[in-house]
């Protein structure tokens, strides 16, 4: 089949796997597929079935992990792999493209290749992580983190919010923890990894452009603060005998968005908190929030980090409260491979007459990934830049231009390498 008619077909399908798996989550009112649930079981079910008819080695491993080998090297399938791919999994109330549209491309990219018997000189393998929103355990990364022989031990004891561990989880799924801990890595160094996403911001858009390449990735940490006061009752408590947390961790709001107001390179949030018992005439006696920060290099975020906790601290110092930080999620930033950039960028200015060349503020497997092997990011205007958010929107042309240029950096990368 000529290359085009490739790509049109395989966009098509694509168009038609995004609705399905829009369709695919744990509640009907909303989208949520989280690590583990019945909906991505499911989904994992609709992904092997599409890499198996492209006549792919398709595995799905103890994490839940979906992934397909297409031997298309002469050399065997120990050959180097141009892997390519993203998360299948989603945060709650979610979008339908963020991961998915990666997923899919990889997908779609083996389609086009076999349809248009390109040869190549690597194998192409199709990557769908389990869990890179870390909704279920508070972590992130733990798909690829496994694929790339990168699992930590200690992330066993993660509890969910029922208080059901990752370990607990594995039995429950009989699988064994001892196989699971000597895995063998899938994603080698001879390697290379291509991941299409969302931009997840404004800029392309801004721009009029479809496709940007990811440069960088910024740093990020997350952590869960925890103030506690004692409850009361709100009719008889004066104010000089109450120990109340719920002002102090305003302070500490205030005290964050202070930082994040303060620079334009800097992110820090308070997406979570929770009162308890939250009941309109009890004083509260424990509020639970967390932090998630960001900046584009390690070292500037752990020294904002530092200074935020320094000055949490004062505030809690200043009152009553009992206090703990506790930091959940520690991940530097990734510088993405030039050659592997520019490959994509090439094959941006080829598809659409230009390449924008962005960091990303938002974590992807990207940083997990390029620790072990060359890896780059493409990256797919979304309409008013929106993310993690249900009227997240990639228009269908934009889908068929990113599966374009990947097709394009794919040949690149296999002659150039
Ligand atoms: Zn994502």
């Not at 990113?402 to 394009?408: F, I, S």
Request: glycine share 6%; aromatic share 6%; charged share 25%.
């Amino acid at each position: 089949m000529e290359l085009d008619l490739a790509v049109d077909a395989a966009a098509e399908r694509m168009e038609e796997r995004l609705g399905l798996l829009k369709r695919t989550s744990e509640h009907k009112a909303w989208l949520q597929r989280t690590l583990f649930s019945a909906s991505a079981e499911t989904a994992a079910n609709h992904l092997r079935r599409w890499m198996k008819a492209t006549g792919m080695e398709v595995h799905y491993d103890a994490l839940t992990n979906v992934y397909g080998l297409a031997q298309t090297s002469p050399d065997g399938p120990d050959a180097p792999r141009i892997h390519i791919g993203s998360h299948y999994d989603t945060v709650i109330n979610a979008g339908a493209y963020d991961g998915t549209l990666g997923v899919l491309l990889g997908i779609a990219v083996v389609e086009v290749i076999r349809e248009a018997r390109l040869p190549l000189r690597h194998n192409l393998s199709a990557l769908a992580f389990c869990d890179e929103e870390g909704v279920r355990f508070q972590t992130t990364f733990l798909g690829s983190a496994y694929l790339c022989g990168r699992f930590d031990q200690s992330w066993l004891d993660k509890p969910d919010e029922f208080g059901k561990t990752l370990g607990e989880w594995l039995v429950d799924r009989a699988e064994s923890i001892d196989a699971v801990l000597q895995n063998e890595p899938y994603i080698r160094p001879s390697d290379c990894f291509l991941e299409a996403h969302i931009e997840q911001g404004p800029v392309l858009e801004a721009a009029d452009k479809a496709l940007g390449v990811f440069t960088e990735i910024a740093a990020q940490t997350r952590a869960e603060v925890e103030v506690i006061g004692r409850a009361g009752h709100a009719g008889t408590t004066p104010g000089s005998l109450r120990c109340d947390p719920l002002p102090v961790a305003c302070r500490m709001v205030q005290a964050i968005d202070a930082l994040c107001q303060s620079e334009e390179a800097v992110r820090a949030t308070v997406g979570r908190l929770e009162v308890s018992p939250n009941a309109s005439n009890v004083i509260p006696g424990k509020v639970r929030f967390t932090i998630d920060l960001r900046y584009p290099d390690a070292a500037g975020l752990r020294a904002r980090r530092d200074r935020l906790q320094t000055e949490l601290q004062r505030i809690a110092d200043g009152s009553k409260v009992e206090y703990r930080y506790r930091e959940a999620h520690w991940a530097d930033d990734a510088i993405l491979s030039p050659a592997i950039t520019d490959a994509l960028a090439e094959a941006c200015e080829c598809v659409q007459g230009e390449a924008l060349r962005i960091c990303s503020g938002a974590g992807h497997d990207s940083m997990m990934v390029a620790r072990v092997c060359p890896t780059s990011m493409l990256a797919v205007r979304c309409r008013e830049g929106l993310s993690h958010h249900p009227d997240e929107f990639v228009s269908e042309a934009d889908c068929r231009l990113a599966l374009k240029a990947l097709v394009d950096a794919v040949i690149r990368l296999d002659r150039g390498a």
